[in-house]
């Protein structure tokens, strides 16, 4: 197991400890020295606490700290002799009332050098993960030589919710997501990130483990370890994906054909014998980093894939059954709720195609994508929406857009804000009631007349007639707009 044996630490001439009470043999993960009565909650279990008992003003002390520590799940407890000459009788049986080990320090040794031999053993076990990972192990077996020699399973677990590597019986789902999207220990378990950052949450590694289980020390070790495997996989990714990254763009602009990429894809493990469906994503920052963030999501899926930059944002080419295709969508409304707001992720979904389809099947994600990034409440478009007029309104520049919106809507907005009018509101209901007065009325809680006043308002500032099919369309269009447009 990682760490340092007691008994070891007792059998170590340079150290010089004496064990007063309790069992050698627990193994210590960790070292914290303190001087505090209750140092339990900076504990997380399985620690060497080492003490110059300046906490101690009385026996009755004595019984506090030993209690304490024992709720914590302390290894042993080591306490210095410079202060009172001798570890006191009271603290011995506390010690031994708890069933904790109690060792006595010589003045002679200092604090620092017992730490420096426990924390010495932690580096010995990265040593031996980066040795066997030298020696061809790959993931999955050092995460299970890992959990033996820390006596506690270990995992490692994508961003995106997919568990990498590790022993059976990974944390459930549930109990990931809150620490996906958060910091350090959540729901009982410790997330250690993998790697330098710089990328979204969404697209890091982290390794997992039971909250307390492992020191951080420890933790850090392994997650250094496995940022090597990442670095490896990421590599392999991106070869992969200039090569479909070519030919995709050769099928778009027509200078290679649906069999030339076929080939390509099939060599970077898409099987295009089975039916396909693409992926279109943007995130904030480009392609570089859609791509990476994507390379997680389409692994996460399960399903082969193939990731490439295209432009300013990133596509993925999925082949499985088609109930498996079927589920992307929702996979990825689950990928977006999981980045959040902040993420920015915006993704279009294709239709289910044939090799010979993928260009359509490009070029349909792509407008779903635009789509996404045109609707603040709508992460994720599938194709079946590109019948929609959005669609339509996602191919107009922003520009445009705004310009329309403020053309039709901007006095109506000016007038409410002037006299603390209802006009657009009224407008708007107006229109989804398709023009019903008794129902609007109704729904806005007005006389008829006072409906038919507003509207005749409307109709005067903005000079267009609410009887025409043309006008109601248009405001209508640039109502969603307005609903669009950042608050």
Not at 233 to 256: F, N
């Amino acid at each position: 197991m990682s760490g340092v044996r007691l008994s070891e630490l007792v059998d170590d001439p340079d150290l010089g400890l004496t064990l007063l009470t309790g069992p050698a043999d627990p193994v210590v993960h960790g070292v914290y020295v303190t001087d505090l009565l209750d140092p339990s909650r900076y504990l997380s279990g399985g620690e060497l606490v080492v003490t110059g008992l300046m906490w101690r003003a009385d026996p009755a002390d004595s019984a506090r700290f030993a209690a304490a520590l024992a709720a914590a799940g302390v290894a042993a407890v080591a306490a210095g002799t410079a202060r009172l000459g001798s570890t006191p009788p009271d603290l011995v049986a506390a010690c031994r009332e708890h069933g904790l080990p109690l060792l006595e320090v010589p003045v002679a040794v200092s604090f620092s050098a017992l730490s420096e031999r426990v924390l010495d053993a932690h580096r010995a076990a990265g040593r031996g993960w980066v040795s066997a990972l030298a020696a061809g192990a790959g993931l999955e077996e050092v995460l299970e030589r890992a959990s033996a020699e820390l006596g506690t399973g270990c995992w490692v677990v994508s961003g995106a919710g997919a568990v990498l590597a590790g022993p059976a019986e990974p944390p459930a789902a549930d109990d990931l997501r809150p620490g996906l999207a958060g910091e350090g220990t959540r729901a009982g378990w410790s997330f250690r990130p993998v790697g330098g950052g710089g990328e979204p949450r969404i697209a890091r590694w982290f390794v997992v483990s039971r909250a307390g289980a492992v020191p951080p020390e420890a933790l850090e070790e392994l997650a250094t370890v496995v940022a090597l495997v990442r670095s490896r996989v990421d590599q392999a990714r991106r070869i992969a994906g200039r090569s479909a990254e070519s030919a995709l763009r050769r099928l778009l602009d027509g200078t290679s054909s649906a069999s030339e990429v076929a080939v390509r894809l099939d060599a970077a493990g898409v099987p295009v014998g089975e039916p396909l469906r693409v992926v279109q994503l943007s995130v904030p920052g480009g392609a570089a980093r859609a791509a990476a963030v994507l390379r997680e999501l389409a692994a996460a899926t399960g399903s082969p894939s193939v990731v490439a930059p295209l432009g300013e944002v990133a596509v993925a080419v999925f082949a499985a059954d088609e109930r498996r295709l079927a589920e992307l969508p929702a996979r990825f409304r689950g990928f977006a709720e999981l980045a959040g707001p902040a993420g920015g992720l915006r993704a279009g979904v294709s239709d289910v195609a044939a090799a010979d389809g993928l260009r359509s099947a490009l070029e349909e994600a792509g407008h779903a994508r635009r789509l996404a990034e045109l609707a603040p409440d709508s992460a994720v478009v599938t194709a079946d929406a590109l019948a929609s007029h959005r669609v339509l309104l996602a191919s107009v520049p922003a520009e445009l857009r705004r310009s329309y919106r403020d053309r039709l809507l901007g006095p109506l907005l000016s007038y409410d804000e002037a006299h603390a009018a209802d006009l657009v509101r009224t407008l708007r209901v107006f229109l989804e009631c398709s023009g019903s007065w008794s129902r609007c009325a109704a729904l806005l809680h007005v006389h008829v007349n006072t409906l038919r006043y507003r509207i005749g308002r409307v109709e005067q500032i903005t000079g267009r007639k609410l009887g025409n099919l043309s006008a109601r369309v248009d405001f209508h269009l640039a109502l969603q707009l307005l609903d669009d447009s950042p608050s």
